[in-house]
Every structure is written in C-alpha cells, then in structure tokens.
C-alpha cells in the first residue's frame, strides 16, 4: 500500500542520545535539547527505540524492516514494494481491512508505508490512547500475516501495484528517466541496476510461493527495528513491547551487504523520444558514495554551492548569462551500498541539448577558477542548521530518523557524528571531492526530448532501452477481492484477536492565540511554542488573481516571483545571501484570492529576517532583467503543463466549473498569450494599486511572543500605507442543469485522469463542514471510504481515489479525483457514480460510528506541527472563525444523526448534475463513455495535432 502517499523526509541531522545532548550552532551558540531516547534488543533480536516527546499527546509507531530492492533477485523484482502493500490489506488477528477500520477508528493519520532501494517502512501516528492497539497491529505484521496472501488477493494488489507505475512513472513526462540512468549507471548484478518498483513483467509473474519465500527470509524481528515517539509511559510502553513481540520467533540471519560502489569506464549518451515531454531535459549521472561516507557530508554541500542560488556559478550561466533554463537542479543522493549525484536541467521549448552541455562546461570552469568562499560555506551551513530543527516537529520524524541511523549509521545516537561530519567540512573539502568524483570523470547523460525532436539530443547518443506497457481491454489477471482466505492459524501464548482497549483518552488542548489589529489595518495573529528555537510566519495580502485583467493574468503571479529578485538596495545575489545567511528563508507566492509571504527564521535571527521582508515589501527592486527571466520560465512552465494529464485535468474542470467569465476559471499563472502581453509597468501598477497594509494579515507559529511580534511589526506598520481597494463582484456559479462528460484526448495515455463534480459550498456556509464530515466515508477518509474499497481494493481499477469539499468564502466545489487504468475508464465512472447514487440511502449507524470516531479523535494530533497551527491561524484570519472552533466542529460532530447525512447527501451529492472530465486516449475510451447516460462525450480539444507530436 505504498503512498498511501510518503512524502519523502528531508534527511537532517537532529540531536538524540541516551542522554541530553547539545546542539552546537554556527555561532558556538549551545542549544539544549532534551530528546533522550532508550534502546532495547529482544530475545528475537527485534530492535526498539522509544523517545518521549510530551509536547502533544499522539504517538507514532513505525516498523521498519531492512529489506529494499537491493535484497531482491533479478527476475523477480519489485516484491520489497509489493510487499509494501501486500501488509496492509489483512493479518491473522485483525482480519481482512481490519488494519483500516482500526485507523479510522481511533482517529489515526492513516496507516502508510514506504520502500527504498534498502529498507521498507509502516507508519502511523495515532492519539496517545490508542498506542497500545497499533504495537498489537504491527506485530501482526510480523507473526500472524503470511497466511492470509492468497492467489486473489495477490491478484489483485499486483493490479494496484501496475497503476502505481502508470501514475507515477508512464503517465507522466520524464518518468522513465531513472529507470535509463540505473541500467546504464548500475551493472547488471548490481542491486541498484533495477527501479524499486519493479518491472511490470516481473510483477505479473510472481507467484504465490515467490511472495511467501521473500516474506520469510526478510520480515523477521532480527531484520526489523521498531521506533515508537510521542507522549507514552515508558515502563508500559516496553511491556506491550515484550507482550506483542516476544513470541515471535527469530529468522534466518541477515548478514550486512558490503558497500558496492560502481564506477564506468567511460561517458555514456542516450536518448529517449518521451510521449509527455513539451521541452527537452538533460541529465548527468556520476557514480559517487554510499550514505555518511566522510565524502557524502562534502558532495551535497557542493551540489547546493553548484546549482542553487544566484551565486550557484551553475545558476550562472545557464539561467542568467546562456538564458538556456530556469533552473538547474543538482543533489547527491546517497543509499546504503552506492551513491550518485546527479545534474537535471529542463530547457526552454526547442533548446539544444548540446549548448546546455556546453553552458555545463562553463559553470564548472568558473567554479574551478572561485572554488567556495568561507562565508558561501557558512550560508550553506546556516541553512542546514534551520532544517535541523525543523525534523525535530512531530514524532514521526524523530522515529524515522533513529531508525535511519539505527539501520544503516550501525547506531541511534549516531546523530552526534553526523552533525560534527556536517560541521567539519572545509573549502578544501569541497573542491576535493569534485575534483574526485565530478570533474573529467565519466558520466550518464540522458536526453529526453519531445517526440519528434530528435534533433535536440545531445551530440553522440544512442536510443534507450524504454519498456512502453501496451493497455489492451480485457488483458488484466481477473480476480474476485471478496473472496475470504481460509488459512489455520498461527498459535499464540494469548487471544490476539481481542483488540486492546483504549487508554485515556487525550482532550482536544486549543493553544493560546493572540491577535490584534494595528493602525494601518493590519492584523497578526500568533501561537507561542517552544519547541524548537525557530520562527514560522505567513503573511496574505488579499488580492491575488481576482484583482487582475481577466484577459491579462499572470500579473500577481510574476510580482510575487520579482519580489523576490532583489531590493532597492540589494541586487538579486545580494538579497539571497543575506537570507540564507541567517538561515532563514523567505518566499512570495500569488493565489487566487491573495500574495503570501512566508518563511522561517532561526529564533534568535528573527528580528534580522523581519528588516528583510520588511525592506522586500517597501522597496522592490523591478530588475527589467529579472523580470524578463521570470516571464521565460512562466512560458516554459505553461508549456510543459500542456502535455502533463494532471494539470490539463485541473486547468480543464476549473474551467468547466467556473465559467468562461469568472476570473476563478483560469489558471494563476496565466496562459502564453496574457504572459506574452504583460510589461512591467503592469506590475508597477499592481504593485502601487493593491499592494497595502490594510489588506495584510500575519501570522507567526513558534519561539515568539506577541509582545516582539508587535514590536517587529512596528516600523513596517509606520511605512506601509493603506490603500482603497475595491474587489470584483464574480459571476454567481450555479451547479449545471444535468450531467455532462467531457474528454480531453492526450493520445497514448496509460492511464485516465478523470475529474468529477460541481460548484458547491462556500467554506464560510453553515453546512460545509457538516458536508465534510458526510463525505468522510465516501471519498475523504483514504481507505475508510467507499470510493478507495471499491475501485482500489475491490477492483485494481487505481491506485487512489478521493472525493472532497473545498472552496473559500467566495467559491466552493465538490470534486472526486482519480487516475484510472485506461482501459477501465468506462467502468470506473460507472462505478463511481452508483456509489454516489447509493451513499445516502447505504449510510448505516457503523458508518456514522466510524466518522465520528475519526473526526474526533483525529483532533488529537490535529495541531501537532508548526503548519498545522498557521492553518488554524489561517482559518481564523481569513474566515472569522474563533479560537474555539475546533471544540465546535467537535460537538457538530458528535450531534450529527443519520438522517442528518441523508439530508446533506440529498442537498449536496447528485451525480445527474456532475461535470464528468476525462483526459485521457479519445480513440479507445471516448465513445465509451456515452454509455454513463449522459449524452455523446464533449470532446474539449478536437485538434490534438500539438499532443500527437
């Protein structure tokens, strides 16, 4: 059940040892941090790590097993990620969904996972009362789990398992890009040759023997580390440790792989002709270090110097002076036997991949000729330093990175020397390991071009070898997903089936806000916690999109970008080295309604950071030149949406949704024509007509009180004048008449993104959140919901399918969103609008049951994060909600009746007025769909020469 989204963890280093530790800064500053941790191993060999953090009272359990796909053999790959979702579908004790229902139940994050290249994880943050029952279900995982894997249900997740690499890999530009640098990269008995995810035809071969011989080698507690950290009783929290875990008897030894590094005789050029690519990319691949080598610490602090930033010289050259790109992406990515770092540069439209080389070539010689300045070297450092802290913000974090360290540094408290390897980097260091591993030395190049632009690839390159799968209807495995596993059970010393009871439960804990209004008419609102020395703030100023030429947007989008290009008083490099020396960061963005300034600063910088965004707000720079650059990466960011199915699927239903006429139907950034069109007078006149106090609201979350917040907000309050303003009246936005279907055709497609909906309810209406929580087992709640079962679970149809009320207080709509196998589109939509058909009518006592479960106990974790509180802030600030209205929706809930639901389904889900959007192939799916009932399909792009190139 992979993502069951993981995002990745930004891997910082943090603090924790067997005793209080001290984190030391840039400035010799010493930090305390109390975040001890204690280590046990069991007679099984299980290795746990439990750290308490009594800050919020959740806790989260993780399980993490030292398999990846370097363990599997060749020919039978992708079973670590199979695996992956195979754990979550049933166990001996908690039945078939059983790990599911419990989630929602207890109002848990939702239980999840992620695979590796080295290592497999399940995770989960849950209410501290519920700790108990997530150590009893994660011992299933490894006790009582093989037995129930049947030839359906492997079946049927292998179908799951496809749809993921069609969404994340086939259907999307560039996806086969790893997948050629790691056959090319990697020998082929390297464990690193394949992708994790494994090829598809591997993955329709396993059979059910294979995936029980992986399970029993690999899930054993002597291959396993659990970490569980939050707010528990230590002494209680081992003993359901040894109670759920110790009769699990120990496997086969696991004997440590050796490091394999790699290293290729000579460069190696190849190209692909790629379905979903607009504009060409280039990537470089060099083989380099496994993780915490000495020389990894160096390696990623060259390939931020490199690539990142108007000092990078990479940045240079080929965004400032060539003009070749936007943006140059360079990192170093180490894994437990090898390392690679690697360049990727997407050119603007028609760009030679051969000048972008040579750009290359001219970034590095002027590195070589600069080498990296101390204080270059200290602003890296700096910024390291501020995300330190921030992997300190839940549990989960802290969890995964013990067990990180634990598993592949040999030790918990190996934190320690990673930060003191981080610190001891020198210049030297820095232009040693390029010299080493970068400079002369060959390399992986990849051009992956739009189709029929061969002529774009770099000079000298050979065609990769690319598997495109062929969808052919009716060519899936058939499988019945209801079928119970009959199995005889594992024995057990206790009743494993009896799910353990509640602890006390936690109380929602709201925590103090402070607000105000200033003369000018701005307003702040703030949250004190000190849990980390760091300061997050947001700052909105209303406006955004809806103050712009309906024929002319982009506008707002292009100030928020410029604003960040310089001040009156700092050139562009100037303003970006003296943010991140400080180690903080500041960035504008422009939505719909409203420019953002956000960022985060180190506790003690604050006051620094904030004369910064002060000086960025009054005195903008308007560089002619930056913002010429900044209108090329927006055209070349247009341009490549045009061939991505899930933007054209967004921009396509805002469409539908709003109407030609209503602002909110286009896309912020605007289109070819209106950037084309825009001068930067346009965004003097913005600027001068709407940017003001009175409209801005800021918000701060950490190691600050009201009384410095208002003191820094004091001079800019004194500067910044209010402005007159008035806003647009939208067109009013009704739900259609009857149900329509929409297809846009993007020919080849190996999957169908389909959007389905309506306008809907504001956030500010009385029954929006009442309507959430309806929704909540139909389509909000991931796998407690109707439209996951069904199509994921009990067909294969997807991998995920949601359903949501969103909106603001001018506008609202209810969506439902999926990518579906391209030939199931047809019976995909038919599926879901007889589920929505039937959801009111079906809604039983146990559905309510469960909703209320979740929504109130969920409550628990619901502010645990510093964002989680700049949302509530956020929702106070820009809706009138009080500080009590958590505690409110709590009691919503718990009133809301059966007939309450009816009544919502009946006002706000009625799938004969939907909008039906497909974007997908036309030629094998579009007539289909005529066959929902709602008349022939409105094909929404009848010229698709642009997409068949």
Request: glycine share 6%; with cysteine; aromatic share 10%.
């Amino acid at each position: 059940m992979n993502i069951r989204f993981f995002a990745a963890l930004c891997m910082v280093a943090f603090l924790l040892s067997c005793k209080n530790d001290k984190v030391v800064s840039q400035d010799n500053d010493e930090v305390t941090l109390d975040v001890a941790f204690e280590k046990m191993t069991l007679d099984n060999g299980l290795t746990v790590i439990l750290h308490q953090d009594h800050s919020d009272p959740v806790a989260a359990v993780a399980l993490t097993v030292h398999v990846g796909s370097a363990r599997e053999k060749e020919g039978r790959t992708g079973f670590a990620h199979l695996f992956e979702h195979l754990l979550f579908l049933e166990s001996e004790n908690l039945g078939k969904g059983g790990l599911d229902a419990m989630s929602a139940r207890i109002g848990g994050s939702g239980a999840n996972g992620s695979t590796s290249r080295d290592r497999t994880n399940y995770y989960q943050t849950v209410p501290k009362d519920a700790l108990e029952k997530m150590i009893w279900a994660e011992a299933d995982k490894l006790g009582w789990f093989v037995n129930t894997v049947t030839d359906p249900v492997l079946a049927k997740e292998k179908q799951v398992v496809k749809n993921e690499k069609r969404q994340s890999v086939d259907n999307r530009p560039y996806g086969h890009v790893r997948y050629v640098v790691g056959k090319n990269l990697y020998p082929k008995d390297h464990p690193y040759n394949w992708q994790v995810i494994g090829s598809l035809e591997d993955l329709q071969n396993a059979t059910l023997d294979d995936v029980k011989e992986f399970y029993r080698r690999w899930y054993t507690p002597n291959n396993t580390v659990l970490t569980i950290a939050g707010d528990f009783n230590m002494e209680q929290t081992k003993a359901w440790v040894h109670k759920y875990f110790d009769e699990i008897p120990a496997g086969e030894e696991v004997a440590p792989l050796a490091k394999q590094p790699v290293t290729i005789e000579a460069t190696k050029k190849l190209y692909y002709e790629d379905n979903f690519a607009r504009v060409p990319q280039l990537t470089y691949t060099w083989p380099t270090v496994a993780e915490y080598d000495k020389d990894a610490y160096a390696l990623d602090i060259l390939t931020q110097y490199l690539s990142s930033g108007k000092k990078a010289p990479l940045n240079k050259m080929l965004v400032d002076q060539e003009q070749l790109t936007s943006n140059v992406t360079m990192y170093n990515y180490g894994s437990e036997l090898a390392g690679e770092t690697t360049i990727s540069i997407n050119a603007f439209n028609g760009t030679a991949l051969d000048s972008v080389a040579a750009a290359l070539d001219k970034g590095f010689a002027l590195f070589e000729k600069d080498g990296i300045s101390q204080a270059d070297l200290e602003r890296i450092k700096a910024g390291q330093e501020t995300s330190f802290y921030r992997g300190l913000s839940s549990a989960l974090g802290k969890g995964f990175q013990l067990a990180q360290y634990e598993m592949f540094a040999g030790d918990a408290g190996f934190v320690s020397q990673d930060v003191q390897n981080i610190l001891n980097v020198t210049r030297e260091d820095v232009m040693r390991v390029y010299e080493k591993y970068i400079k002369g030395k060959p390399y992986i190049a990849t051009s992956f071009v739009p189709r029929d632009q061969k002529d774009l690839i770099l000079t000298g390159s050979t065609l990769a070898e690319v598997v495109e799968e062929q969808i052919i209807p009716g060519a899936e495995e058939s499988f019945d997903a209801s079928i119970k596993a009959t199995y005889e059970k594992t024995p057990s010393t206790f009743d494993r089936s009896v799910e353990p009871s509640y602890g006390e439960a936690p109380s929602l804990k709201t925590p103090d806000v402070w607000q105000d209004e200033l003369s000018s008419g701005m307003k702040y609102y703030g949250i004190t916690s000190n849990e980390v020395p760091l300061v997050e703030f947001s700052m909105d100023i209303k406006g955004g999109m809806l103050l712009e030429n309906i024929d002319k947007v982009g506008v707002s989008n292009l100030l928020a970008d410029l604003m960040m290009r310089g001040t009156a008083t700092k050139t562009p490099e100037e303003l970006e080295n003296a943010i991140e020396s400080l180690g903080a960061s500041i960035y504008f963005y422009a939505g719909d309604q409203s420019i953002t300034v956000a960022g985060t600063t180190l506790a003690r910088n604050y006051d620094k950071t904030m004369a910064l965004v002060q000086e960025m707000i009054l005195e903008p720079r308007f560089d002619e030149t930056e913002f010429n650059l900044l209108k090329q990466d927006v055209l070349s960011q247009i341009e490549q949406r045009k061939a991505n199915p899930n933007a054209i699927a967004s921009n396509e239903f805002s469409k539908l949704l709003y109407g030609e006429n209503n602002i909110l139907s286009r896309n912020g950034a605007g289109t070819e024509q209106s950037v084309q069109s825009i001068t930067i007078q346009d965004l003097k006149d913005y600027y001068n007509n709407y940017i003001a106090s009175n409209l801005a609201t800021f918000k701060f979350v950490g190691a600050i009180d009201e009384s410095k917040a208002a003191s820094s907000l004091k001079s800019l309050n004194e500067s910044w004048p209010s402005k007159d303003v008035v806003f647009p009246e939208l067109p009013e936005v009704n739900r259609p008449e009857k149900a329509a279907v929409y297809f846009y055709d993007v020919p080849g497609a190996k999957q169908s993104v389909i959007n389905f909906g309506y306008p809907a309810l504001k956030v500010t209406d009385k029954d929006f959140y009442a309507a959430q929580v309806m929704n909540y087992r139909l389509g909000g709640g991931s796998f407690a919901s109707q439209l996951t079962q069904q199509l994921r679970e009990g067909k294969g149809y997807t991998y995920g399918i949601g359903s949501r009320f969103g909106g603001t207080d001018l506008a609202g709509s209810f969506s439902i969103s999926s990518s579906v196998r391209t030939n199931v589109t047809y019976e995909s939509a038919a599926l879901v609008k007889e589920i929505i058909e039937q959801y009111g009518a079906g809604f039983t006592e146990e559905d309510l049951e469960v909703t209320k479960s979740y929504m109130i106990k969920s409550n628990a974790r619901r502010l645990e994060t510093a964002s989680a509180k700049l949302g509530m802030l956020d929702n106070m600030s820009s809706y009138g909600f009080d500080k009590d209205y958590l505690k409110k929706r709590e009691q919503e809930v718990e009133n809301m009746t059966i007939e309450d639901v009816k009544r919502l389904t009946n006002d706000y889900l009625n799938p004969d007025q939907m909008i039906y959007l497909i974007v997908g192939d036309a030629a094998s799916q579009m007539n289909r769909m005529k066959d929902l009932g709602y008349g022939a399909p409105i094909l929404l792009n009848p010229d698709t020469t642009e997409l068949k190139k």
